[in-house]
């Protein structure tokens, strides 16, 4: 079965922090990267794709590490509206999405 | 656009009863799928369709059946509520497919729990 691993958390920050999460995949033949970010007892909505060079969305910061199979986002100068829980997500292809448990992130005032 | 709207919010069922979860998007997506979200667990596909007249199962699809009548309404039917089908429920639907990299809209979710 294709995993998708990640730091549950919670990741307590303080307001205006830097906090880096990463998540590892098992299926090397993977072709998408994404992350999502959930609300509490709300829908996934989509954070950003990542992409093979990087990529960078304001505060967030996306990395794809093909040879090592690993994703990381970063996010500076965290706000409180930031606490949520990010989801890892990989695509391989025909086979759909495989989803990570997510990781809690708390930014405290 | 109202994008992917799920009723109803909450259920309650028995075991043994039957229901079935309405998806509806107003987006004209081709691929349409159902998500289950259990504590602990990351999303598992349950099942999923590529279009109108298309369907096929996921990882989790025991229980479940689906049907895909149009592009719009993509329904998930429980056809016998076992307590071990209490989750929440997300439907999603995107432009193209999973390895076109696509987003994935998300509905509001239906939270489901079997007595």
């Known amino acids: 079965r294709k995993e998708v691993e990640q730091d549950p958390g919670p990741f307590n920050v303080p307001e205006g922090a830097t906090v880096a999460f990463n998540c590892t995949y098992s299926?090397?033949?993977?072709?998408?990267f994404f992350w999502y970010r959930q609300d509490c007892r709300k829908e996934p909505k989509l954070l950003m794709s990542v992409y093979s060079s990087g990529n960078e969305d304001g505060r967030f910061t996306a990395q794809l590490n093909r040879a090592s199979q690993y994703i990381s986002l970063l996010i500076r100068d965290s706000k409180l509206s930031d606490s949520a829980t990010y989801l890892c997500v990989v695509s391989g292809g025909a086979d759909g999405l495989t989803f990570g448990k997510g990781t809690h992130l708390i930014i405290q005032p | 656009n109202a994008g992917v709207t799920q009723t109803p919010k909450f259920q309650v069922l028995k075991t043994g009863q039957s229901m079935t979860l309405q998806c509806a998007q107003d987006?004209?997506?081709?691929?349409m799928s159902w998500y289950r979200q259990d504590p602990g667990m990351g999303l598992r596909l349950i099942h999923y369709s590529v279009g109108a007249g298309i369907t096929d199962q996921g990882e989790v699809p025991n229980g479940y059946n689906v049907s895909r009548s149009t592009t719009e309404d993509f329904p998930l039917r429980l056809l016998s509520a076992a307590p071990s089908q209490t989750s929440v429920y997300f439907c999603?639907?995107?432009?193209?497919?999973?390895?076109?990299?696509?987003?994935?809209?998300f509905g509001p979710g239906t939270r489901l729990t079997v007595l």
């Open positions: 999603a639907s995107s432009f193209g497919g999973w390895a076109g990299g696509n987003e994935q809209f």
């Open positions: 299926n090397s033949a993977s072709q998408s």
């Open positions: 987006m004209n997506h081709e691929y």
